[in-house]
């Protein structure tokens, strides 16, 4: 397949020569044809969705009933009354900066590990990336048993490497989150094998010129390779955002694992264990929505969430834009 | 020749922009990779080592099996129809990272490369398409789904999937971006038409990319336990295995020996599928090693 | 699967995504009867589809039950489905395809089950085939209806009592179960062991209000205390019984070391795992349910242990001898095809003496009728009979109707972790805000 790009000007016809117009035209029929499946899932899957959601929210609803309109009230108690709502959303932030932040890092970190590893490539590869493959409850079971304070490896070494009182991880509350964050780390394997591809891709001329002007390493990571797999690095940073805002599974067991019921994840006990330091902003809404009939007062909830996404969104896209070029490579 | 189009060599590029490869550096490089390889292992041994213990033993704070019950992985087989659930789950996962391929695929190419009004915006509403919880979406839908009387059918899960996946079509977008602009306007200038622009230049070249992306969103159905439930959970006939994982529970507590010996199993597939997917990296370096 | 079917699909998604717009308002069929759906004639071939969140064991107890049904109704088919969980069933209820019963283990749900309809009132059914109710003990008929409506029937039931290391208690010099609080305080302070580097080794009693099923629920009636005030609105603070419980156990907290305790908390072993602190004598006394003792039976069956009621405040020795009961519930779902049907069959599994003993010998939980009760085809043995005379016990508590899916139990276990960590210096005050804050939520859902 790559002949064709290497015979590039041989092949230049002349015939294609039609009026502006119908090139005009048959562009546009190009674009809708590309489009038009996902413009119907748009709105399908999301359109219809956040329309009945922003309605819901001005409504008390079960789900069962016809919802009864109640103006601002879901809104004012998410704002004034409701302290776990508060934490759940601070908890959100906190992994909202701090998850993104380090998870880009680390995956574009072992990237850089992988693509210069040359024996065993597909070795460790797999390796890397075997923890993104694990079912998200059985992986996030283990991966607590291993932090478990009194009897898990992580805290044995730790002592036998000399840290006299060793942290305790998932079941304190300082260090819940910071857990969590290790937690997701460890199966960021999707966003390194991204950046992977990404760092693969960039082209080697740009790298051989660099070297000839006499670019140390650091240098051409900088100049050379942040720009041409910036895009990516977008994407990395949007996607990982988003997985912190909506950050729910591997919560909710690492908490229950860490109360001692790995058996009941979701039961109330176990929410945000401990002190609802793992208490994020969607597994209060679920808990509104699925399990407490609130269903007008987590469409509140999602309607906030979705906005704040979406304005930080928009707001660290043009930003990345305007302050380099990120995003929109060349 | 590679002035008019060059060629893409990108592990040479490392190789040769480093310089000397000295013997230190390899034995630098290959031990932090062995040490964060034994990081991301560890987890996935305490599994594995559950998966053979006695339903006594699973969970405790003994980690090593007092006994190694193999016999585990033939138990979860007479406790669950593991091999119905497979071919559910790779019916959903084929079709669903099918379609996404054949929906998501064009749509990235337009938002990447296509000029034309209102692009911008699109590209927005992408981004915002993902930020809508999932478990609050789940609600209006299912009351669509249950209107088509689809619940019970795999078709709630396969058909967005058919209709552009949003988290594909934003990863393709960046890696088409990715591919400088000098190549699609020379296939043009060839009087490619943008299909064949699509099918020659960018597919090709983007492979890696539309590699991960495809093996992302089979990996993600494959796993999808909240979807499968919903949809699926009032016919067993029709569960994948991800489902079938939380089975092995009772009233209070789970057979969690029986749970990650399943787990493992159901692990197994996508380990053959990435290990033969992580190879479109790996051509890619050899291919450029020769030739480079 | 042919791709025809895909543009009528499309065309049905694009009319039902309008339609769906304006009327959010699910109608999903089957509505609120008011008369019962009559039962089939013997003669009529019916299907009736069960779904619980049974698997493996007890689904194969459950279906067994059903398989005598059925020998009893040749014309009934039964679909037993295991492993639907409680969002899953609501979500079919809101979907207009529910099963025709419809079997949960959240009791904290039943107050939307029978407010919002999700769950069809039984009254016209109970009226109609004139069940006797006297058979169900007070408790239990109050946590399965919601204000006056009963929309499920118990299916089996949970007791909660104190389970004693006898092994410890000897070496401590014990000779029974405490009987009030202030002597289960006194003999967890003689029956805790520290190591010789401070931290615990053995812990009397554990007073952390997320400690396996040490919860607010499962403990309050010991204390006397009410979750409500009359009209129904959040009465913490209201009730002197409360700040009795918070004191009780800040007091006990402060005995261990708030560091040592938690140390020893986030080394506990899992609840339902082999290392349960209990089952490894790493815990002298505990609060939990009859099913403790088939776990002990199955992992940990040399474990010398006795089970008692739970002990009571000192000035209410009256009552000593009851406990805290909740269960599995059974009902209708609203939307059923078969409802008539569906009531024959939830009669026969919630009121039929053999079924239920049968049902509670293979799960192991107490039966809840009192012919059941009492029947001697019901297994027991010394530890289990305990739960059964609890259960029997005429001031046997269950958790107040609640509007809001136990919101108010999140709250108040909330508030115990933030007490006992001593970051709450005024309890009253504390317990006023706690209030406030479930008054709030209560408001919410309209109650």
């Known amino acids: 397949m790559t002949a064709t790009l290497e015979r590039p000007a041989a092949a230049r016809r002349v015939g294609a020569g039609t009026g502006p117009g119908r090139r005009r035209l048959r562009n546009r029929l190009?674009?809708?044809?590309?489009?038009?499946?996902?413009?119907?899932?748009?709105?399908?899957?999301?359109?219809?969705?956040?329309?009945?959601?922003?309605?819901?929210?001005?409504?008390?609803?079960?789900?069962?009933?016809?919802p009864v309109w109640v103006g601002l009230r879901n809104y004012v108690h998410l704002f004034v009354n409701d302290?776990?709502?508060?934490?759940?959303?601070?908890?959100?932030?906190?992994?909202?900066?701090?998850?993104?932040?380090?998870?880009?890092?680390?995956?574009?970190?072992?990237?850089?590990?992988?693509?210069?590893?040359?024996?065993?490539?597909?070795f460790f590869r797999t390796l890397f990336y075997l923890p993104s493959l694990a079912p998200p409850v059985a992986a996030t079971l283990a991966f607590v048993f291993l932090f478990n304070p009194g009897t898990g490896p992580v805290n044995t070494a730790l002592r036998w490497l000399g840290v006299d009182s060793p942290p305790g991880w998932f079941t304190d509350p300082t260090w819940a989150k910071p857990s969590l964050t290790l937690l997701m780390l460890w199966?960021?394997?999707?966003?390194?094998?991204?950046?992977?591809?990404?760092?693969?891709?960039?082209?080697?001329?740009?790298?051989?010129?660099?070297?000839?002007?006499?670019?140390?390493?650091?240098?051409?990571?900088?100049?050379?390779?942040?720009?041409?797999?910036?895009?990516?690095?977008?994407?990395?940073?949007?996607?990982?955002?988003?997985?912190?805002?909506?950050?729910?599974?591997?919560?909710?067991?690492?908490?229950?694992?860490?109360?001692?019921?790995?058996d009941v994840v979701g039961n109330s006990k176990t929410l945000g264990y401990p002190g609802n330091a793992t208490m994020t902003f969607p597994i209060w809404l679920y808990q509104q929505g699925f399990r407490q009939f609130n269903m007008g007062y987590a469409a509140a909830m999602?309607?906030?969430?979705?906005?704040?996404?979406?304005?930080?969104?928009?707001?660290?896209?043009?930003q990345m834009r305007n302050t380099s070029g990120l995003g929109e490579a060349r | 020749m590679t002035a008019v189009l060059p060629r893409r060599r990108p592990a040479a590029a490392y190789r040769r922009a480093r310089g000397s490869t000295g013997f230190l550096e390899w034995v630098a490089i290959h031990s932090i990779a062995l040490a964060l390889g034994l990081m991301f292992l560890l987890p996935l041994v305490f599994v594995c080592l559950t998966a053979v213990m006695s339903d006594r033993q699973a969970l405790t704070a003994e980690l090593w099996p007092r006994q190694w019950q193999w016999a585990n992985f033939v138990t979860v087989f007479e406790k669950a129809p593991l091999l119905t659930y497979l071919g559910n789950s790779l019916l959903y996962s084929g079709v669903a990272t099918a379609g996404m391929l054949v929906s998501s695929v064009p749509a990235a190419y337009a938002l990447a490369r296509l000029r034309w009004r209102g692009r911008n915006l699109a590209f927005l509403a992408v981004v915002a398409a993902m930020m809508l919880p999932p478990q609050v979406v789940a609600v209006p839908l299912y009351l669509l789904w249950a209107r088509l009387d689809l619940t019970g059918t795999v078709w709630p899960l396969v058909i967005p999937y058919l209709l552009g996946d949003f988290f594909s079509i934003f990863l393709l977008r960046q890696f088409f971006l990715t591919i400088p602009r000098d190549y699609v306007d020379a296939a043009r200038a060839d009087g490619c038409s943008e299909a064949g622009v699509l099918l020659r230049v960018i597919v090709p070249m983007a492979r890696p990319g539309i590699a991960a992306a495809?093996?992302?969103?089979?990996?993600?159905?494959?796993?999808?336990?909240?979807?499968?439930?919903?949809?699926?959970?009032?016919?067993?006939?029709?569960?994948?295995?991800?489902?079938?994982?939380?089975?092995?529970?009772g009233m209070h507590r789970v057979e969690w020996n029986l749970t990650m010996a399943a787990t493992v199993l159901v692990m197994l597939p996508a380990l053959v599928l990435f290990l033969v997917a992580q190879k479109t990296f790996v051509k890619g370096i050899t291919f450029t090693g020769v030739k480079g | 699967m042919g791709s025809s079917c895909r543009p009528r699909h499309l065309s049905i998604l694009m009319a039902t995504l309008v339609t769906g717009l304006i009327g959010t308002a699910c109608t999903t069929g089957g509505g609120v009867t008011t008369q019962p759906a009559p039962a089939p004639a013997p003669d009529e071939q019916v299907t009736v589809s069960v779904w619980s969140n049974f698997a493996h064991r007890e689904l194969n107890g459950l279906n067994k039950v059903l398989d005598g049904f059925r020998a009893k109704h040749p014309n009934f088919t039964v679909e037993s489905q295991g492993s639907q969980d409680d969002d899953k069933i609501t979500q079919a209820i809101r979907g207009g395809n529910p099963p025709d019963v419809a079997i949960s283990f959240a009791t904290d749900f039943l107050g939307q089950f029978c407010s919002s309809g999700a769950w069809q009132d039984l009254g016209p059914y109970l009226e109609r085939d004139a069940v006797d109710l006297d058979q169900i003990p007070d408790a239990v008929r109050d946590y399965t209806q919601y204000k006056g409506v009963r929309c499920a029937m118990p299916l089996?039931?949970?007791?909660?009592?104190?389970?004693?290391?006898?092994?410890?208690?000897?070496?401590?010099?014990?000779?029974?179960?405490?009987?009030?609080?202030?002597?289960?305080?006194?003999?967890?302070?003689?029956?805790?062991?520290?190591?010789?580097?401070?931290?615990?080794?053995?812990?009397?009693?554990?007073?952390?209000?997320?400690?396996y099923n040490h919860r607010p629920q499962m403990l309050a009636p010991h204390w006397g205390a009410h979750w409500q005030r009359a009209?129904?609105?959040?009465?913490?603070?209201?009730?002197?019984?409360?700040?009795?419980?918070?004191?009780?156990?800040?007091?006990?907290?402060?005995?261990?070391?708030?560091?040592?305790?938690s140390q020893f908390l986030a080394s506990a072993g899992q609840q339902y795992s082999a290392d349960n602190a209990f089952q490894q004598g790493k815990v002298a006394m505990m609060i939990d349910g009859e099913y403790r003792t088939?776990?002990?039976?199955?992992?940990?069956?040399?474990?010398?242990?006795?089970?008692?009621?739970?002990?009571?405040?000192?000035?209410?020795?009256?009552?000593?001898?009851?406990?805290?009961?909740?269960?599995?519930?059974?009902?209708?779902?609203?939307?059923?095809?078969?409802?008539?049907?569906?009531?024959?069959l939830v009669s026969y599994l919630t009121t039929d003496t053999d079924a239920l003993v049968e049902l509670a010998n293979s799960i192991k939980n107490v039966p809840t009728t009192k012919s059941a009760l009492t029947s001697p085809k019901l297994s027991v043995d010394e530890n289990f009979r305990t739960f059964l005379e609890i259960f029997a016990h005429p001031r046997l508590v269950s958790s107040p109707a609640s509007p809001n899916g136990g919101a108010y139990v999140k709250f108040t276990e909330d508030f115990a972790t933030r007490y006992l960590s001593g970051e709450v210096s005024d309890l009253d005050e504390g317990l006023r805000k706690l209030d406030e804050q479930i008054n709030a939520h209560n408001e919410l859902s309209g109650n």
């Open chain 1, 30 to 66: 190009t674009v809708l044809a590309f489009v038009a499946p996902a413009i119907i899932g748009f709105l399908v899957f999301f359109g219809y969705p956040l329309l009945a959601t922003i309605f819901f929210s001005f409504t008390r609803a079960d789900g069962l009933n016809p």
């Open chain 1, 83 to 122: 302290p776990v709502g508060r934490t759940a959303a601070l908890n959100t932030l906190w992994l909202a900066l701090v998850l993104t932040l380090l998870r880009v890092v680390f995956a574009l970190g072992t990237a850089s590990v992988l693509v210069r590893v040359r024996t065993g490539v597909g």
């Open chain 1, 187 to 262: 199966v960021s394997g999707e966003l390194m094998i991204i950046m992977l591809a990404a760092l693969l891709d960039v082209p080697v001329e740009l790298h051989e010129a660099a070297a000839l002007d006499g670019a140390g390493p650091l240098r051409r990571f900088w100049h050379v390779t942040l720009p041409s797999i910036s895009p990516v690095l977008l994407f990395g940073v949007v996607n990982s955002v988003i997985l912190a805002l909506q950050f729910f599974t591997q919560a909710m067991v690492a908490s229950a694992v860490a109360a001692g019921s790995a």
């Open chain 1, 302 to 318: 999602c309607v906030l969430l979705f906005l704040v996404s979406f304005a930080g969104t928009a707001v660290l896209i043009r």
């Open chain 2, 214 to 249: 495809a093996l992302f969103s089979f990996l993600y159905t494959w796993n999808d336990y909240f979807g499968p439930l919903l949809y699926t959970a009032e016919r067993p006939e029709s569960w994948t295995l991800s489902v079938a994982l939380a089975s092995f529970r």
């Open chain 3, 156 to 211: 089996l039931a949970d007791v909660y009592g104190l389970y004693y290391n006898k092994e410890l208690f000897d070496r401590a010099g014990i000779s029974g179960p405490p009987k009030t609080l202030s002597e289960l305080r006194e003999m967890a302070e003689r029956l805790t062991e520290f190591n010789p580097d401070g931290s615990i080794r053995v812990a009397g009693f554990v007073p952390d209000l997320k400690f």
């Open chain 3, 231 to 261: 009209d129904g609105t959040s009465g913490l603070s209201a009730d002197p019984a409360w700040r009795e419980f918070f004191t009780w156990h800040k007091e006990l907290v402060d005995f261990y070391g708030r560091q040592r305790l």
């Open chain 3, 294 to 344: 088939a776990f002990i039976d199955e992992f940990t069956p040399d474990l010398p242990y006795g089970t008692a009621p739970f002990p009571v405040a000192d000035d209410q020795p009256d009552r000593y001898g009851t406990g805290y009961t909740t269960g599995t519930i059974i009902g209708i779902p609203r939307g059923a095809k078969n409802p008539g049907a569906a009531w024959e």
